[in-house]
């Protein structure tokens, strides 16, 4: 994570259970001038079902943060940590579920917090992991804070767009069963990974097709010629279900989804969008967002 007084993480995640989402921090429990100084850690995963973040800042004191609303629902969900100062934000799916005039409180999907180090940034040099926490070699320990979170399972489930600092990952999904090492966020291409693939077919089937170069085209003789004949006709069918755009799908329903290419609109991404011209200098848009944080309960 870079060493900024301000920091913007962001990610989707899908899944059914408990389990750790992200962690970047100490990789050791030892009590040497290195440990001394990169004692800080960011820590992200789900409890209870519930979407929580523990965050240490100067290797003192911990801040916790978590958002009473389940998320182990099967569901893709949107998790966006902001960072300036002392101030921490956490907030799940834009808050597109509260409605406060219907009783959908705001402090269902918000959570703002003050950290109380004096050093508001994160001293990280290890590598960012994703999906459970790495094994350590020598009888290395991670510190106590996370070792206390070991009763948490790896995380099992799909992860995709990962952002720090709006700098994107990628618009691609990986499914995890245990754990990915980045140094880079480059979720293609980690520099160490276990029980993890590309793409999210493991949970929402083949409604977008299957992976490329893993299509079972060939599949047990045992298999009946009108199964596998269909099997390879949803494959091919979801992934040119999205015409310029993104196939996805949550698994409850599993039922495809589009995430259109700039430029393209509709359910299938199939519609060209016009262009929009401004006619002067004065020209502007002006949109009204669905929630003003500053006028709701904090």
């Not at 966006?80 to 799940?92: D, F, I, N």
């Not at 350590?136 to 009763?151: D, F, T």
């Not at 990628?170 to 993890?196: C, E, R, V």
Request: aromatic content about 8%; proline content about 4%; overall charge negative.
């Amino acid at each position: 994570m870079p060493a900024c007084t301000s920091l913007n993480i962001s990610l989707n995640f899908m899944t059914r259970g408990d389990g750790i989402i992200l962690y970047n921090g100490p990789m050791s429990s030892g009590l040497g001038s290195e440990a001394l100084n990169y004692a800080d850690y960011i820590l992200i995963y789900v409890e209870n079902s519930m979407l929580s973040v523990s965050i240490q800042f100067n290797g003192l004191n911990s801040t916790q943060l978590q958002i009473p609303s389940l998320v182990s629902d099967g569901r893709f969900h949107k998790m966006t940590l902001t960072q300036s100062h002392k101030k921490l934000e956490l907030v799940l799916d834009d808050c597109s579920s509260a409605h406060p005039d219907i009783g959908n409180s705001i402090s269902q999907c918000r959570m703002v917090v003050l950290a109380p180090d004096d050093d508001e940034r994160l001293n990280i040099i290890t590598p960012l992991q994703l999906g459970g926490l790495a094994p350590l070699s020598g009888g290395a320990q991670y510190p106590a804070v996370i070792q206390a979170k070991g009763n948490l399972p790896g995380f099992t489930g799909c992860i995709r767009k990962l952002v720090v600092n709006y700098d994107v990952s990628g618009n691609y999904y990986t499914y995890i069963n245990s754990m990915i090492t980045l140094q880079h966020y480059d979720l293609y291409n980690p520099s160490k990974a276990s029980k993890s693939q590309a793409g999210c077919y493991s949970m929402w089937g083949d409604v977008c097709g299957t992976p490329v170069g893993n299509q079972q085209k060939s599949v047990s003789h045992m298999e009946d010629n009108k199964v596998q004949q269909a099997r390879v006709e949803r494959a091919i069918a979801g992934e040119r279900y999205c015409h310029h755009g993104e196939c996805y799908a949550e698994s409850e329903p599993s039922v495809a989804k589009c995430v259109c290419d700039p430029g393209w609109g509709g359910e299938q991404c199939n519609r060209k969008l016009e262009w929009i011209e401004f006619l002067s200098r004065d020209s502007y848009i002006e949109f009204q967002t669905d929630l003003d944080f500053s006028t709701q309960e904090r």
